[in-house]
């Protein structure tokens, strides 16, 4: 069983386009996270939710949405999509909210705007 | 500010070789420390991990990091690398007190291994 999956894993789209990411993590933690990695594989927070509850909103514009509609799930939702979001999006878990025995990332979404 | 530093931005090594990848971090607080390992197309997976006790710290896949407070520094060794080493490998920072779980990652360290 995948502790920490993302669906899907390529989403190739148009500029303007709305998309969304799901992310499931069947390891029964609390925290979970969205991050960004960029072409230079820079690795950038972006969202963070403790038990259903946003506790990390970094500065992303506001076209990222994310919804946990319980602990077990995390999803990302992207509007009018511009070429600037073309990134590896990874979604990740950790047992408390300090993130103190690490993160399980997800394979991780590659989105590609056109 | 925090930051995170991992000053090589590639290293190459033979096989067999030994490896020493370098990260340092800066911010007043006690830190815990990671390194993660990502192969391409791949997620990150945990190597290791410091948060207290012996700075001396083993992980996965024949791997141990020393964490060197004095130097600010939490290296990643190996004595012996394989051929699979091949990845990019990213060295992260939390701090302790803070309650919003925030990684800091390097910018990676790219190891290629030469048969």
Not at chain 1, 26 to 37: P, S
């Amino acid at each position: 069983d995948t502790a920490v999956s993302q669906t899907p894993k390529y989403l190739v789209t148009q500029m303007g386009n709305d998309k969304s990411i799901k992310c499931e993590q069947n390891l029964g933690h609390d925290t979970m996270y969205w991050y960004k990695q960029d072409s230079k594989k820079f690795l950038k927070i972006m969202f963070s939710y403790n038990n259903k509850e946003l506790i990390i909103n970094e500065t992303v514009p506001n076209r990222f949405s994310p919804k946990s509609p319980d602990k077990a799930h995390l999803n990302l939702h992207i509007n009018s999509l511009e070429l600037g979001d073309s990134a590896v999006y990874f979604c990740a878990s950790s047992q408390d909210s300090q993130g103190r025995y690490g993160y399980t990332f997800g394979s991780g979404t590659r989105l590609t705007v056109v | 500010a925090q930051s995170v530093t991992q000053p090589d931005i590639h290293i190459t090594v033979s096989e067999g070789a030994s490896l020493e990848l370098r990260c340092n971090y800066s911010y007043g607080a006690t830190p815990y420390l990671f390194w993660y390992v990502q192969s391409p197309g791949q997620g990150l997976q945990l190597l290791l991990k410091y948060f207290s006790g012996d700075t001396l710290v083993q992980g996965i896949k024949g791997f141990e990091a020393e964490f060197k407070r004095s130097q600010s520094s939490f290296n990643l060794r190996k004595p012996s690398v394989h051929w699979s080493d091949a990845a990019e490998y990213f060295c992260a920072v939390g701090y302790r007190g803070s309650t919003l779980g925030r990684l800091y990652f390097g910018r990676g360290t790219q190891l290629t291994v030469w048969p």
